[in-house]
């Protein structure tokens, strides 16, 4: 049973005894609650207040910015770089990388964020979230560049994300499996509310842009397919959908009941490596999802060992429960294995 009186404060003051975790990471992970406190708020009122809408400016990404997408890459941006524990950020709404001002103290982490995920939801009222991951580098260099911080996903000491939807949540872990926290607006705070979330290896509900099916490769064709054919079909059982198009609330709803999310390469977004970005989305949830007992995968490669070129990389991501995400990879050895034979 959750003790749903602890604060997020109390936990990782219990997590920083328990761990010996640094006093740099509590204090770098209060900053980011305290930052998605603060979206939350600006989201609250929605048409209501100025935050709805689109910008003129486009993102590095060629994105078309949203007014909140700015908003909530400000407030991230003014909630930790006084922190005295961060070496530099890096965020989807910023082509370079965010040196701290000089006037402030540095640390060893470094803190990627994604301040406002789910953006083609915000002006429909529909869940978006915020998504963060943490590195600690070796020591603080004078100037970080992209050389410094492109490291693989297996690096992160903690990741998680907070959720905007009919009540706002924080998930995240720090590498002791994942924890959930419900802000309760009647003191400000995040309370405990799930400990230590498991995903069931089983599942029955997938979660793909089915709009895209003409493009994808056709061991997901095949995947998706069987899914589909349900009791009468390979799998011999019936299989839900979801699209919420918000990655965090996919995983949310992954996290607490099982299933599995695909955002493949296909034919259109190949050029580009996939859709999703490595850094702040794919390596964060990765972590969590592997930290809840499940697993994330290109589809060719475990998430958390790509090797990463450069900031704002994509990568395809398919993950979930273990069992399903482990029968995806299959599909895609036994293509590539035939695809190699048929052309030798
Ligand atoms: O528009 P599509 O193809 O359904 O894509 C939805 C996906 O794009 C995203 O919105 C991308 O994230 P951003 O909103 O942060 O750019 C994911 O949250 C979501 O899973
Ligand atoms: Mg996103
Ligand atoms: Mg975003």
């Known amino acids: ?34 930052a998605c406190k603060a979206i939350s708020n600006s989201l609250k009122n929605g048409a209501l207040a100025d935050v709805l809408g689109s910008l003129e400016s486009e993102n590095v990404q060629g994105e078309t910015q949203k007014k909140l997408d700015v908003i909530a890459n400000d407030i991230f941006l003014r909630r930790c770089e006084f922190s005295g524990v961060l070496a530099a950020m890096v965020s989807e709404e910023l ?76 998930v995240l872990s720090i590498g002791r499996g994942v924890d959930g926290f419900t802000l309760d607006g009647n003191i400000g705070e995040f309370r405990h509310t799930h400990s230590s979330i498991s995903i069931p290896p089983e599942a029955a509900e997938f979660s793909i842009n089915a709009s ?76 969590l999802i592997e930290q809840a007992g499940g697993a994330a995968s290109t589809g060719r490669e475990r998430i958390l060992d790509v090797q990463p070129l450069t900031p704002h990389q994509r990568v395809p991501v398919i993950l979930g429960s ?18 190699r034979s048929s052309v030798s």
């Open 1 to 34: 049973m959750t003790d749903t009186s602890m604060t997020y404060m109390q936990f990782l003051l219990n997590e920083r005894r328990r761990s010996e975790s640094d006093r740099d990471l509590m204090t770098l992970l209060h900053g980011v609650a305290t």
């Open 95 to 170: 082509e370079e990388i965010y040196q701290i001002p000089e006037r402030f103290p540095k640390g060893q982490y470094v803190l990627f964020f994604d301040p406002l995920d789910g953006s083609s939801n915000i002006d429909i009222n529909v869940s978006v979230g915020s998504i963060f991951s943490i590195l600690r580098l070796p020591e603080v260099p004078d100037v970080i560049t992209y050389e410094t911080v492109l490291r693989p996903g297996v690096e992160q000491v903690a990741a998680g994300y907070a959720l905007y939807g009919p009540s706002t949540m924080l």
């Open 212 to 287: 895209r099916a003409q493009w994808w490769e056709p061991p997901v064709k095949r995947y998706i397919d069987d899914c589909v054919a349900g009791e009468n079909g390979p799998r011999g059982k019936y299989f839900n959908m979801r699209w919420i198009a918000s990655m965090v609330a996919e995983v949310h709803r992954i996290l607490l009941r099982g299933g599995i999310f695909l955002y493949p390469i296909d034919e259109r977004n190949s050029d580009a490596g996939g859709k999703l970005r490595l850094f702040y989305e794919a390596n964060p949830m990765a972590f």
């Open 322 to 339: 273990r069992d399903e995400v482990e029968l995806v990879e299959r599909l895609h050895k036994e293509y590539d294995e035939a695809s």
